[in-house]
């Protein structure tokens, strides 16, 4: 049996445990086909060995059930804690109408007969994450947010809402002491530039921008895709306010944003209804966001033709994540229905007398490939920079790719079965 030492990453993969979830085709066309007869039993977690093979952990059994947390669709990975024994904790979200979050703490052994364990203890009882659906989940370690100099962890969950989108915010000093809800905003109307989708805010993730000051506000984005809108908030000493907002293109709802681990004032926006990526930017003088250019289809031009049953489905358009890779120069970006990743290469000149002295210029694709699965809805980059792993809702697996560190390219490397995989997050394996 492999021992821990034999994997570069261990794979957190929370699946839906009801079916027909997450799907705006459900209702409309009865979803989009796939195999109902497998329903995902939980948090699921595998291993990643150095060539990006993927292994069952606890032979696949879940090590956090339905029954403990049901339709754990999304999770946070919290390491560092310093009360936590090996220091790592992950907070998971129920996404139920009823929504709900369980922190718990994560512990491994490894011994000859059974190979690698990993378990999930609770690391308190299951709270309310303030709204209906929550769908979304990240955490940051900040210092200075009660004025204190010590570290608190945050924790920002987006309910996506049945009847609007609601951000809501917990920390905790330790982990082991309960998690406070700290502030709670609420969304409101949408943009109904499409009347099924858009008739009230849908707050569907929250993105971290990094700011070098540990004392300087934290600043967060959260993608309203009900609202056609980045929202921008401010984080300091307690208070969280709202400092700006980005109109996206009508009807194009934003579903995810993350800044460039690089350039830090660069983002990408995926546009979920437009099936589109946009590149936006935090402006140095006010710190609020523009757009840069217009959004970039990440479907073929000639996809799909009339007699495709995918474009029935809003034509075709049902755009999921899009990531940075490490290095900052590259965008993946994942289409549902197309059931591809798009690679670009973010283009850009250098300025030396401006403060923000990367001047972003535009995206070029550089590869379309298939992610091996029908409907990609997370992908997850190691931290090194070399695998891409993608979680297929409908297809019931997970894939990984290793990237070429030179050019971007991805090529696919192995695939997993695990019923309706929703998320899937790494952490490295000499951490637990």
């Given at each position: 049996?492999?021992?821990?030492?034999?994997?570069?990453?261990?794979?957190?993969?929370?699946?839906?445990?009801?079916?027909?979830?997450?799907?705006?085709?459900?209702?409309?066309?009865?979803?989009?086909p796939?195999d109902?007869?497998?329903?995902?039993?939980?948090?699921?977690?595998?291993?990643?060995?150095?060539?990006?093979?993927?292994?069952?952990?606890?032979?696949?059994?879940?090590?956090?059930t339905?029954?403990e947390?049901?339709?754990?669709?999304?999770?946070?990975?919290?390491?560092?804690?310093?009360?936590?024994?090996?220091?790592?904790?992950?907070?998971?979200?129920s996404?139920?109408?009823?929504?709900?979050?369980?922190?718990?703490?994560?512990s491994?052994?490894?011994?000859?007969?059974?190979?690698?364990?990993?378990?999930?203890?609770?690391?308190?009882?299951?709270?309310?994450?303030g709204?209906?659906?929550?769908?979304?989940?990240?955490?940051?370690?900040?210092?200075?947010?009660?004025?204190?100099?010590?570290?608190?962890?945050?924790?920002?969950?987006?309910?996506?809402?049945?009847?609007?989108?609601?951000?809501?915010?917990?920390?905790?000093?330790?982990?082991?002491?309960?998690?406070?809800?700290?502030?709670?905003?609420?969304?409101?109307?949408g943009?109904?530039?499409?009347?099924?989708?858009?008739?009230?805010?849908?707050?569907?993730s929250?993105?971290?921008?990094?700011?070098c000051?540990?004392?300087?506000?934290?600043?967060?984005?959260?993608?309203?895709?009900?609202?056609?809108?980045?929202?921008?908030?401010?984080?300091?000493?307690?208070?969280?306010?709202?400092?700006?907002?980005?109109?996206?293109?009508?009807?194009?709802?934003?579903?995810?944003?993350?800044?460039?681990?690089?350039?830090?004032?660069?983002a990408?926006?995926?546009?979920?209804?437009?099936?589109?990526?946009?590149?936006?930017?935090?402006?140095?003088?006010?710190g609020?966001?523009?757009?840069?250019?217009?959004?970039?289809?990440?479907?073929?031009?000639?996809?799909?033709?009339?007699?495709?049953?995918?474009?029935?489905?809003?034509?075709?358009?049902?755009?999921?994540?899009?990531?940075?890779?490490?290095?900052?120069?590259?965008?993946?970006?994942?289409?549902?229905?197309?059931?591809?990743?798009?690679?670009?290469?973010?283009?850009?000149?250098?300025?030396?007398?401006?403060?923000?002295?990367?001047?972003?210029?535009?995206?070029?694709?550089?590869?379309?490939?298939?992610?091996?699965?029908?409907?990609?809805?997370?992908?997850?980059?190691?931290?090194?920079?070399?695998?891409?792993?993608?979680?297929?809702?409908?297809s019931?697996?997970?894939?990984?790719?290793?990237?070429?560190?030179?050019?971007?390219?991805?090529?696919?490397?192995?695939?997993?079965?695990?019923?309706n995989?929703?998320?899937?997050?790494?952490?490295?394996?000499?951490?637990?």
């Amino acid at each position: 049996e492999m021992s821990l030492n034999d994997y570069k990453y261990v794979g957190l993969v929370g699946c839906y445990t009801k079916e027909g979830q997450a799907d705006p085709f459900e209702g409309s066309h009865g979803g989009v086909p796939h195999d109902r007869s497998l329903i995902g039993e939980g948090v699921i977690a595998i291993g990643v060995d150095y060539d990006g093979r993927l292994v069952y952990l606890n032979d696949g059994a879940p090590i956090i059930t339905a029954k403990e947390l049901q339709n754990p669709s999304y999770l946070t990975i919290l390491e560092n804690v310093e009360t936590v024994e090996g220091g790592v904790g992950v907070c998971v979200v129920s996404e139920l109408k009823k929504g709900m979050w369980q922190p718990f703490k994560l512990s491994s052994s490894s011994n000859d007969d059974a190979g690698t364990t990993i378990r999930a203890k609770p690391a308190g009882a299951p709270m309310k994450s303030g709204g209906e659906y929550p769908c979304h989940i990240t955490s940051a370690r900040v210092v200075g947010f009660d004025g204190e100099s010590r570290a608190t962890s945050l924790l920002f969950i987006c309910n996506y809402g049945e009847d609007e989108g609601v951000l809501s915010i917990f920390s905790s000093q330790d982990f082991e002491s309960a998690f406070k809800p700290e502030a709670k905003f609420m969304f409101g109307d949408g943009s109904k530039a499409d009347l099924n989708r858009q008739q009230c805010s849908h707050a569907h993730s929250t993105s971290i921008a990094s700011t070098c000051d540990p004392y300087s506000p934290v600043d967060i984005c959260v993608a309203d895709l009900g609202s056609d809108a980045i929202v921008q908030f401010s984080i300091k000493s307690g208070r969280v306010r709202e400092t700006g907002r980005l109109a996206a293109p009508q009807g194009s709802g934003p579903r995810s944003l993350m800044f460039n681990p690089r350039h830090n004032h660069l983002a990408i926006v995926s546009l979920e209804m437009t099936g589109e990526v946009w590149l936006i930017r935090k402006r140095s003088h006010d710190g609020c966001l523009e757009g840069l250019g217009s959004p970039v289809s990440i479907l073929p031009s000639d996809w799909p033709s009339s007699d495709m049953t995918e474009s029935q489905f809003n034509l075709g358009r049902w755009a999921s994540d899009a990531l940075w890779s490490e290095d900052g120069k590259y965008v993946y970006a994942a289409a549902r229905l197309h059931d591809s990743i798009s690679v670009f290469e973010l283009k850009y000149r250098v300025e030396k007398y401006r403060d923000d002295a990367v001047v972003a210029e535009g995206l070029e694709l550089v590869q379309r490939i298939p992610t091996q699965g029908q409907t990609p809805r997370c992908l997850c980059m190691s931290d090194c920079g070399q695998f891409l792993l993608v979680a297929h809702q409908h297809s019931h697996d997970v894939s990984s790719f290793e990237r070429n560190e030179v050019n971007g390219t991805l090529s696919f490397v192995d695939r997993i079965t695990l019923p309706n995989a929703a998320c899937v997050k790494l952490i490295r394996a000499d951490k637990l």
